[in-house]
């Protein structure tokens, strides 16, 4: 791991709409081992955010326990973070966004957070469409403990250490559709030119927004014969589409030759570069049909798979105030004095 | 057979006498049941229901004990006076929990066998099947009436006023008109079947006092729920349990009554049915920390489950409300009994090294009051805040002091940063101790574009809230929590006090539903001249106020329900007391404690020393 970062920065560093350079969406520095995927992904977020012009102190990072869960420290340093919970960061997440509607909340979890320990909560936190992004680092085992196979480990696949799995990997892909998520995604950490936009595009989906990224183990799973190895992930990673974000009132410049556009609530729009056969990302079927064939073939489909652009999110469920209810006082909130005798008399 | 004896009857008990009513579960008997202590309480009489029930849908028995005391005990009293007896599957266990000289009223349709045939009690056999099927027609109108005719009979044989019982049907069936005249018919049965074949009223029986005053008759949990709407709280995230499922009920309703906007049916707060205990106390954590106040309500396993997020709560220092509405153990114990047995568990809730503040609610207004208070001092202290109450409080109906609410108050938000502060200020730290006590100011997310944000996380991080594992700093911010726990002490409901001056060497402590016993206690052992200085807690940590108490008596008597005398240990514990001075003085078959055997239990200490 780097333990100094140079603080000279470039003083015409391009700034983004609102005025914030890249600096300004950076975290402290990372105590991951170097090559990490996670640190990637870390640097895509940050990327997403500022390419996107998201005011940092507007979003809030919520995280577990694990390599993963630390992250949140890594990136978005303007921005409240909170390292909770193994396995419960979906409940932090959920009363903060009940807290206030207003604010981008990005849960970052590991499989083991959210595939083990958390499975209940995650599920969960589908099901009620928290207004969400919510980023697996998916590495297929536990770091922080030394290398543990993790439940979303292939049934065959081989640990630093010469063991092999032999459990059934849970796809947190495939059940996120099952499940009801609007708006479900799977990247690669070395693939940041498909991911930022991934990014970028979940922050603007009014629901929940699953992206699982795998994210190989540099020090305890990226040997030969693991299926999350860097070597292994390169040769059978297979996209359904190529993906371009673009923000609300942009023009779109590019063309494509069988391009498909998802225009999501806000106005903003996702071009998709069909790779995939039989693949619609706004038909759950297709989305469901194409994740089982890849498997079966042993590829690793990445990309857009699945999205509901138009989604009520829990507080559209729950019928909620759209003032944040954090900023509620007593006028709106205390029956009073009057309200308060007439149930003592409504008791006698 | 031996049959339970209480001494000291009088045999003419006005206003003075205990009715337990032996139902099946699911027959329709609560609500009959319940207007009958309410009349009783409408007639100036104080009264106590208590629901005695099993874990159960529909089907087993249960039971509902209503004390009627002149003196004003609210307490559970041994020695059953009159038994309502429409429960064939209870009924010997019911004929032999009569006192001697006691009476049993019972469906005599059918003659009752001779094993339940005592000589001591007087037998009121009323033909309650019998009337219902000449009558009705509809089963579920037999099966309801049923209990209205007999409560249409025993207020003939205690002299219940009929027009106190006929306002209660004008006001169970406001808007349901059509249903009145045929349950005030059904009353009239009873009573006509009394005034034909019973010599009445019985030597037990009501007279009209004023002895209620502004009082009013209301559950715990509705209460909790209602202090939690007046206090502000805009989220709640619970699991259901009971005996605390209510709590959250009564939250929704008058949250849905009094913070739905008329005009666009939007809410000014939100509740959520989590997937588990362990996620509802998550949710608290994290809308607290996001700033709303949030709470969530459970019963001991639930505490169990929310142990490690309670622990994260005190070391984050994120507020957080948890009402635990105490039953007896474990999961599979007794679900529908009540005991005060999570005092251990809660205050010194997860890993590590951890304490928690706790409020003892004793009665309804308590209940109100407390909730409200809870979430004051958990944004003032920056800490999860339990208020322990129980089965007892929580589900039974209790005679209370009216609820109160200064219109002054303003909610007390803590130590926050506003946008402001942040500009005109050096650096934040989140965990700097900037007052001395030991209270860090904090901010919300969201508040200021480069100023205030911080990564929350358990104890690895200075006072900026940067990470390290530098032991000595986590020694300082250890430090600092206590000099925080000191702090609290001074903010703590203070203890009650019966008396001005100490009047005796030996002294009793009790808290919570242990109340109204141990006042009966008292006052009992008064007319055997043992002269008792008492003090009922109502907060952890102990202030000084309790050392001071315990130190002024030679001998201290812990009144409180559960085996291994908890309250007891946490004060030996914190105060650092000679367990010798405090004498364990317990109840825990999961009925609520008698002033019967507290009396006994002191007067058998008091005969050894």
């Known amino acids: 791991m780097t333990y100094v970062r140079p603080t000279f920065r470039h003083p015409d560093l391009p700034k983004n709409k609102i005025n914030f350079t890249k600096k300004d969406y950076e975290g402290a520095l990372s105590t991951l081992c170097a090559g990490c995927g996670h640190d990637s992904i870390s640097g895509a977020i940050a990327q997403a955010c500022f390419e996107l012009s998201v005011e940092p102190h507007r979003i809030a990072k919520l995280s577990g326990i694990g390599c993963s869960s630390k992250t949140p420290a890594y990136f978005l340093g303007n921005s409240h973070g909170f390292n909770s919970v193994h396995g419960r960061m979906p409940s932090v997440a959920t009363g903060a966004y009940l807290a206030n509607r207003d604010l981008v909340y990005f849960g970052v979890s590991g499989d083991g957070d959210s595939a083990s320990i958390g499975m209940g909560q995650f599920v969960h936190a589908i099901r009620r469409n928290l207004n969400m992004v919510y980023v697996v680092m998916n590495n297929g085992c536990y770091g922080l403990t030394k290398g543990q196979d993790s439940a979303t480990a292939d049934n065959g696949s081989k640990s630093k250490a010469g063991s092999t799995n032999l459990f059934n990997a849970i796809d947190l892909v495939g059940l996120g559709l099952e499940l009801g998520a609007t708006f479900v995604a799977r990247s690669f950490s070395g693939d940041k030119?498909?991911?930022?936009?991934?990014?970028?595009?979940?922050?603007?989906?009014?629901?929940?927004?699953?992206?699982?990224?795998?994210?190989?183990?540099?020090?305890?799973?990226?040997?030969?014969?693991?299926?999350?190895?860097?070597?292994?992930?390169r040769e059978h990673i297979e996209a359904t589409s190529t993906v371009d974000f673009v923000p609300v009132m942009e023009e779109i410049t590019a063309s494509y030759d069988d391009a498909k556009e998802v225009t999501l609530h806000d106005g903003s729009a996702l071009h998709l570069q069909k790779l995939h056969q039989g693949w619609n990302p706004e038909d759950k079927l297709s989305a469901m049909n194409a994740i089982q064939n890849s498997k079966e073939k042993g590829e690793i489909l990445t990309g857009l798979i699945y999205i509901e652009p138009n989604t009520n999110a829990l507080h559209d469920v729950l019928q909620t105030t759209k003032t944040p209810l954090n900023t509620l006082k007593e006028d709106l909130l205390c029956p009073g004095v009057d309200a308060l005798e007439a149930l003592n008399q409504s008791l006698r | 057979?031996?049959?339970?004896?209480?001494?000291?009857?009088?045999?003419?008990?006005?206003?003075?006498?205990?009715?337990?009513?032996?139902?099946?579960?699911?027959?329709?008997?609560?609500?009959?049941?319940?207007?009958?202590?309410?009349?009783?309480?409408?007639?100036?009489?104080?009264?106590?229901?208590?629901?005695?029930?099993?874990?159960?849908?529909?089907?087993?028995?249960?039971?509902?004990?209503?004390?009627?005391?002149?003196?004003?005990?609210?307490?559970?009293?041994?020695?059953?006076?009159l038994m309502v007896s429409v429960n064939p599957q209870s009924m010997l266990k019911d004929v032999q929990s009569v006192r001697s000289g006691g009476y049993f009223m019972y469906d005599s349709t059918k003659p009752l066998h001779k094993e339940y045939i005592r000589e001591d009690i007087t037998y009121l056999g009323i033909p309650l099947m019998g009337i219902c099927m000449e009558q009705y027609t509809d089963p579920r109108q037999r099966q309801l009436f049923k209990n209205i005719i007999y409560v249409g009979a025993l207020s003939a044989l205690l002299d219940i006023e009929f027009a106190v019982l006929e306002q209660l049907l004008a006001e169970q069936f406001k808007g349901k008109e059509k249903l009145i005249p045929a349950n005030v018919q059904a009353l009239q049965l009873g009573v006509k079947y009394v005034q034909e074949n019973f010599q009445f009223p019985l030597e037990i029986r009501v007279e009209r006092?004023?002895?209620?005053?502004?009082?009013?008759?209301?559950?715990?949990?509705?209460?909790?729920?209602?202090?939690?709407?007046?206090?502000?709280?805009?989220?709640?995230?619970?699991?259901?349990?009971?005996?605390?499922?209510?709590?959250?009920?009564?939250?929704?309703?008058?949250?849905?009554?009094?913070?739905?906007?008329?005009?666009?049916?939007?809410?000014?707060?939100?509740?959520?049915?989590?997937?588990?205990?362990?996620?509802?106390?998550?949710?608290?954590?994290?809308?607290?920390?996001?700033?709303?106040?949030?709470?969530?309500?459970?019963?001991?396993?639930?505490?169990?489950?929310?142990?490690?997020?309670?622990?994260?709560?005190?070391?984050?220092?994120?507020?957080?409300?948890?009402?635990?509405?105490?039953?007896?153990?474990?999961?599979?114990?007794?679900?529908?009994?009540?005991?005060?047995?999570?005092?251990?568990?809660?205050?010194?809730?997860?890993?590590?090294?951890?304490?928690?503040?706790?409020?003892?609610?004793?009665?309804p207004k308590d209940c109100f009051e407390l909730t409200a208070d809870a979430f004051d001092l958990a944004e003032r202290l920056q800490t999860p805040i339990i208020v322990l109450t129980d089965l007892d409080l929580g589900m039974n109906d209790h005679m209370s002091e009216p609820f109160e609410w200064n219109p002054e108050r303003k909610y007390d938000r803590g130590k926050v940063y506003t946008a402001e502060d942040l500009e005109n200020m050096g650096r934040f730290g989140r965990y700097l101790d900037s007052d001395g006590d030991g209270i860090p100011y904090r901010t919300y997310p969201g508040t200021h574009p480069t100023k205030g944000s911080y990564f929350t996380r358990g104890t690895s991080r200075d006072e900026y809230a940067v990470y390290t594992e530098d032991s000595a700093v986590y020694v300082r911010n250890m430090q600092r929590l206590e000099k925080k726990w000191e702090t609290a002490k001074d903010l703590v409901p203070k203890p009650y006090f019966y008396q001005e001056k100490n009047m005796s060497p030996l002294g009793v402590i009790f808290f919570g539903t242990s109340t109204y016993s141990s006042e009966e206690a008292i006052d009992l052992l008064r007319e055997q001249d043992v002269v008792l200085d008492a003090m009922q807690l109502k907060a952890f940590p102990f202030n000084k106020d309790v050392e001071q108490f315990i130190e002024d008596h030679e001998v201290v008597f812990v009144i409180e329900q559960n085996r291994d005398a908890q309250m007891r240990s946490l004060l030996i514990n914190e105060l650092e007391i000679n367990p010798k001075k405090l004498i364990r003085v317990l109840n825990y078959d999961g009925m609520p404690i008698t002033a019967d055997k507290i009396v006994k239990e002191i007067s058998k200490n008091l005969t050894i020393a």
Request: charge should be neutral.
């Open chain 2, 1 to 81: 057979m031996k049959f339970p004896l209480f001494e000291n009857v009088n045999m003419t008990q006005v206003n003075d006498f205990v009715v337990r009513f032996a139902n099946v579960n699911g027959t329709g008997s609560a609500s009959a049941n319940s207007m009958f202590a309410k009349a009783i309480f409408r007639m100036g009489v104080p009264v106590t229901p208590k629901n005695i029930f099993p874990s159960n849908i529909q089907g087993l028995p249960t039971w509902y004990e209503v004390r009627v005391s002149e003196k004003g005990y609210l307490g559970r009293r041994e020695g059953i006076d």
């Open chain 2, 209 to 363: 006092r004023d002895l209620v005053g502004n009082r009013i008759m209301f559950d715990g949990n509705g209460a909790c729920g209602l202090g939690a709407v007046y206090a502000g709280a805009t989220v709640a995230a619970w699991y259901p349990i009971t005996p605390s499922t209510s709590v959250v009920e009564k939250f929704e309703k008058y949250a849905k009554k009094f913070r739905t906007d008329k005009e666009t049916g939007e809410k000014n707060y939100a509740i959520v049915q989590a997937e588990d205990e362990l996620a509802a106390i998550g949710m608290v954590i994290g809308a607290n920390w996001n700033g709303a106040r949030s709470f969530t309500a459970t019963s001991g396993p639930g505490v169990s489950l929310m142990n490690e997020f309670l622990g994260l709560g005190y070391f984050a220092e994120i507020p957080a409300v948890l009402i635990d509405v105490q039953r007896t153990g474990p999961s599979t114990g007794m679900p529908t009994r009540t005991q005060q047995s999570d005092i251990t568990i809660s205050a010194y809730a997860s890993h590590g090294d951890t304490k928690h503040v706790l409020l003892f609610p004793s009665n």
């Open chain 1, 193 to 233: 030119t498909q991911l930022i936009p991934l990014i970028k595009a979940a922050i603007s989906h009014p629901g929940f927004a699953l992206i699982d990224v795998i994210s190989p183990c540099v020090t305890f799973n990226n040997n030969v014969g693991s299926t999350k190895s860097y070597d292994y992930v």
